[in-house]
Structure formats: C-alpha cells, structure tokens
C-alpha cells in the first residue's frame, strides 16, 4: 500500500520514482542505471541520457573506469569482433556494402559527481580513451577508460552521468533492426567489473577491472543493480522488455513514452515493432505466487504461441523445483521474424528471443529447444551471473546441460528434439553427438578465454561438451547427488559472480561423502581430464572367453582402454543360465581381464551399461556377445544418417 501511494503521489505532482525497490534487495546492487531513450525507427538512431550509480565495493581507491561500448562491434571491418567472426554470426551476414547495415555507439559527454550526487560534479568528456585490453587492435572501440582526477573512496558511491548517441546495426548478430523489427540489446555505455582481491582470480595486492572487449563468440559479465528505464517511440510500436511496465505516457507528435522498471538484473534490453501479436498467460507456482508470461508474437507464427507456453511452462517448473525460485514477476518471450533470425535464441534478463518457422510441423522441436534452451539462462546468465568472456561454459555448458533433462522429461528421451515419419531424437543425444562426432574430440578443453578457444570449437566444447561430462558426472554420482551439488551451487552463489573453483569445491563437499568415498577423496582427477582438460574417453569390451573346468567354466572378460582418459568404469556380465554380474574397475590401466570360475558361461558383457560415462565416444564397441546381431546398430546408424543429413543444418542457425 505504501508503495501504491507512492507511485499515485509522484504521478499527481509530476515527479518521477527512481526506484521501486523491494524491502530486501536480492543483490549487492552495485550498477545501477536511471536511463531515458528515444527510438527513431527512420534512422535507425538511438539517443539517449543515462545516469549510473556505481559503488565502489573494493577497499581500493579507484583511479579510473572503465566502460564497454558493445555498439562498436558493428562500426567498421576492422573491430575486433569482425576480425574474428568475419561478419556473420551463427549463419547470418553482414552486408558490408550497404552503409545502412553497420552501427556504432558515441559517448557525448560524461560528468562524475561523488557522494552519490551531492559533491561537486567532475568533467569527464575529454577524458575518454578508447582501450583494448585484450589483442592491443588500435581499430577496437569497443572499451573505454576515464581516468578521475579525484579516486572513488572504498566503500563510495558516485553518480556518472552519460549523454550519447547510437545507430542500430542491420541484424545479423543479436542485435539491431529488420525493417520495421528492433532488438535493442548491450545499447547504452555499461560500466566493467571491478574485482577485487579475493573475488574469482584475483590474488595480487590490488583489484584489475574486467572490462574485456566485444568478441565474435564471447557474451557478457556484469554486475547486478537496478535499472530504471525510459523508452521513447512511435505510438503503434509494440515494445517488451526487461522488467515491467510501470506507465505509459502519450505525447501529441506521435510518440509515447514506457517507463519500465527491474530489481537485481545485470542487463537491459528490449524490442519493438509494430507488427506483434500479444499473448499473455500465467505460470503458478505449487508453493505459491506467479509469474506473468508475455509472447510477442509474429502474425504468422501466432498458431505456434501455445508450443512456447508449454516449453516456458515446463522450464519455470523444472528449474523451480529442481536449483531454485525464479524471483522475477514477468517473462518476455520474443518471437522474432524469419528475415531477423540473428536476433533469434538469445538471452537477456527476464527477456529472451525464441525462433521458429512458419508451418514448422509439431515433432520438430525447434521453439521448444530455443525457449527452454534461453530461459535456462535467467539462472546461469542472470541469477549466478558468471563470467561469460573467460568462463562461458559455466553459463552455456550448464544451461546446456539442463535444456537436455528438461527437454527429455517433457516430450520423451527418445523424442525430445524430433520425432517425424519414425525417426527420432533426444536433446541429451543430439549434445552428446555433438561432441563425440568431432574429427578431433581432443582439439581442446571446455575452460578458457572464450576467444582463445580452437578456431570453429567454441560452440561444441563450450556447450555440447560440458553438457556431456556434466551427464558423465551425473552418471558416477548419481541423480539425486547431481540434484544437490545443483542446487547447493546455485543457492551459495546466486547474485554472486562463481567460477569454476566454486563449482568444483561443492562438488567436492558433496560427491565423495554421498557416493562413499568410491572415486577417491575428491573428484579433482575428473575435472582435470574433462574441464582443464583434452582427454578422450573410449572404453572397448575386447574379449570374452569360455573355457570348460571340470563341471563348469573358467571365463575371462577384457575391457580394454582406447583413449587417454581415465575413468572409473562398470561391467556387466550376462551368463548362459540367465545370471547376471557387476563388476568394477577404476580404467587407469590400458587393460583389465575379469577372471570367473562358475557352472556357467559367459554369453555377452557390457562396459558401462547404464551410460554412466556419458563422455565416452564410441558406444558401439562397448559390449560384445557369442550370438552377435546387427540391428541394434544398423537401426542407430539409420537414425543418425537421417539427423545428420536433413535437420541439423536446419537448427543449426537457432543456436
């Protein structure tokens, strides 16, 4: 009621709410943007005002800040990131003789004022200098620094207020337009990291801003606060965005402005057009409370609403039961048209970009993966908010990991990502194929800068990789140790900035204790092969042997060791009399011979017959029989020719 009152008040006198924070703040709240913004739809141009108030959470005195300005991406052939994707992004292109088609983003000035605003305010516009921290490229423009005359006091908070001005790039990598279509995503002047002593890596005496520049396959790191934010446009633009929609005014040249407000995010984006279909519906929680789901819809894909739902549906549940509650009121689900399918499949907070087609038939999956796959991220992009240049598979290889269990439990493990004319396929599958069908599963390892992983890699050892020995570590501990590693993760640190050491230390805590101290003290000799790591892991059942002892037999089983990881492995042993026997062997040696004196014969074995070692490239030569047949594989290699020759080209621009 209190805050009702509020809202009326300030509208009755024509003032304007800053801020509509919750009694609790869920996050440090560190960034915190106040921003208006005008759209012209003619020019394709952005100007806009912001002010940020930034606090200093380091116990050292800040001499300078630094800023991305993402934009820059898109100003010429020579930034960094066009050097490296040479202008396309997951399939789409940028048409480099069409003027119209590139962007930029240009700082108009800056003032600090310390004291949060109260002090005297400092000049900052000439102080500008345009830096690149990581390949010294003279052309990038996408980082700034601004040196200060006065340093930001530990535990200080300053208000910097930024004028600028930026022309939307033609849609081929996130974001920009498509004729009368505008995803506006990493927009506005966003203040790096700072990070402390003590935080992530930091280790030296004093804290290093991590302001790293735009590159073709890295995302994003940013700290949590709260952004207030104006946006001016036509009046029949339809426009969403992160947060929620406070109020809309109307001006008499044709323009209306929404303010829109959201708590504890690390990013701001938003779309508008004229042309959506608006679909509104609810997700209830059991436990109580809900969560408002907006589609903004293309006309011609407006049949398909119902499968977004569905897939949004199933994701709040799944994630709400199994790591933790979704704190956000609202959910915006942009459904973008075919001809802006590079802003199609991706992530901001609680606004994300579906993808699909017109006609698109039911047992082709495609909005469904895409929409699982970018709410996921609301937990590993959002809510952990870990460090997308240097760590991404901490955000895409588990979301991966996760759309596989979601994905599967909702439409079948067999069934999941397409089922049409008999042919069928699982999503944890399709991430598993992913990464065993390389010509060279060891090319490299899952962690790294994510511009200085192997050039073409970034996709599957980032994602499908992660996702698959994430599946092998759920294989060895089991379900319900993976379940609470999971949540113990994302419950210490949430609204928090983890890293991979982080991750690691609560497996440790947990694993060893729940699974008996079976795979040692800790689990460090499975991170070093499969995370820090380039092992493969290929295990072979390579002989089985009878041979006739008295009244019984004396059989030999080998399994045999084809790659160099090592990993701890299960063999079942099938006899003649239709018993069965379990085995065991850590698989560091190059070979092990099971040796069994029994009445009966062994007829066939399996190494790893549940599929713990998920990582494992070759499935086909882990089991062998005495009365071998060919169906299984032959109706495998049916099913993979299919999927390979006829739909992953086709989801390939989704992703």
Aim: overall charge neutral; glycine content about 8%; some cysteine.
């Amino acid at each position: 009621m209190n805050r009702f009152l509020l809202i009326v008040l300030a509208c009755l006198l024509g003032g304007e709410v800053l801020a509509f924070k919750p009694t609790q703040p869920l996050s440090p709240r560190i960034a915190n943007y106040q921003i208006e913004v005008s759209l012209d739809p003619a020019t394709k141009r952005l100007t806009g005002r912001q002010t940020l108030r930034w606090r200093n959470t380091s116990d050292d005195p800040i001499t300078e800040l630094q800023f991305h300005l993402y934009l820059n991406a898109f100003r010429s052939e020579k930034s960094t990131f066009m050097r490296e994707s040479g202008g396309q992004l997951r399939g789409d292109y940028i048409d480099k003789d069409d003027k119209e088609a590139w962007g930029w983003i240009d700082l108009l000035s800056t003032r600090l004022t310390h004291d949060g605003g109260t002090g005297a305010a400092e000049n900052l516009t000439g102080k500008v200098q345009f830096i690149q921290p990581d390949d010294a490229n003279p052309d990038d423009r996408t980082v700034v620094r601004i040196p200060l005359k006065t340093p930001v006091r530990p535990g200080e908070t300053v208000a910097i207020e930024m004028a600028f001005r930026a022309k939307l790039p033609k849609i081929f990598a996130r974001t920009g337009f498509s004729r009368d279509y505008f995803l506006v995503g990493q927009w506005f002047p966003k203040i790096g990291v700072y990070e402390a002593p003590g935080t992530r890596y930091q280790t030296g005496p004093r804290g290093r801003w991590n302001c790293h520049q735009f590159h073709a396959h890295s995302e994003f790191y940013a700290d949590f606060g709260v952004y207030d934010v104006r946006i001016t446009t036509p009046t029949d633009y339809i426009v969403g965005a992160t947060g929620q929609l406070k109020t809309e005014t109307r001006t008499r040249n044709g323009f209306k402005t929404q303010h829109w407000h959201a708590d504890d995010v690390v990013d701001f984006a938003w779309t508008a057009s004229p042309r959506y279909e608006v679909v509104e519906d609810t997700w209830t929680r059991p436990s109580g409370g809900s969560v408002r789901i907006q589609l903004l819809m293309q006309p011609e894909h407006r049949a398909q609403a119902d499968r977004h739902l569905h897939a949004v549906k199933a994701s709040l549940s799944y994630f709400d039961r199994v790591l933790g509650r979704y704190p956000y009121p609202t959910l915006t689900v942009v459904d973008p048209p075919i001809h802006a399918s590079g802003s199609a499949g991706m992530e901001y907070p609680t606004f994300i970009t579906a993808g699909t087609s017109w006609g698109l038939p039911a047992g082709v999956r495609a909005p469904e993966i895409v929409t699982v796959h970018e709410f996921g991220h609301q937990y590993f992009m959002q809510l952990l908010a870990s460090n997308e240049f240097e760590e991404a598979w901490l955000d895409e290889g588990f979301n991966q990991y996760f759309e596989g269990r979601i994905m599967d439990e909702t439409y079948g493990p067999q069934t999941s990502q397409i089922d049409l004319f008999g042919f069928r396929m699982g999503d944890m599958e399709s991430s598993r194929d992913s990464y065993v069908r390389l010509d060279n599963p060891a090319i490299g390892p899952s962690f790294g800068n994510t511009w200085q992983l192997p050039d073409g890699y970034y996709g599957v050892l980032t994602y499908s990789k992660t996702a698959t020995w994430l599946r092998t570590l759920e294989g060895l501990v089991g379900r319900k140790t993976m379940d609470e590693i999971m949540r113990t993760y994302f419950e210490r640190w949430q609204f928090r900035h983890p890293n991979a050491q982080n991750f690691i230390d609560i497996v440790n805590q947990i694993a060893p204790a729940r699974t008996r101290f079976r795979y040692g003290p800790d689990m460090n000799w499975f991170f070093d092969q499969v995370l820090y790591g380039d092992k493969v892991c290929d295990y072979e059942l390579t002989k089985i042997r009878n041979r006739k002892q008295g009244t019984g037999y004396r059989s030999t089983v080998q399994v045999t060791r084809r790659g160099d990881a090592q990993m701890p492995i299960d063999v079942l042993v099938h006899f003649e009399d239709g018993k069965e026997l379990m085995l065991f062997w850590d698989g560091k040696a190059r070979t092990h011979t099971f040796t069994h004196n029994g009445p009966s014969a062994v007829r066939w074995a399996i190494a790893d017959p549940k599929q713990k070692l998920y990582i494992d490239t070759n499935l086909n030569n882990n089991s062998l029989t005495l009365a071998p047949s060919s169906a299984p594989a032959a109706k495998y290699a049916t099913k993979m020719l299919f999927w390979v020759q006829n739909w992953i080209q086709w989801l390939a621009w989704l992703f």
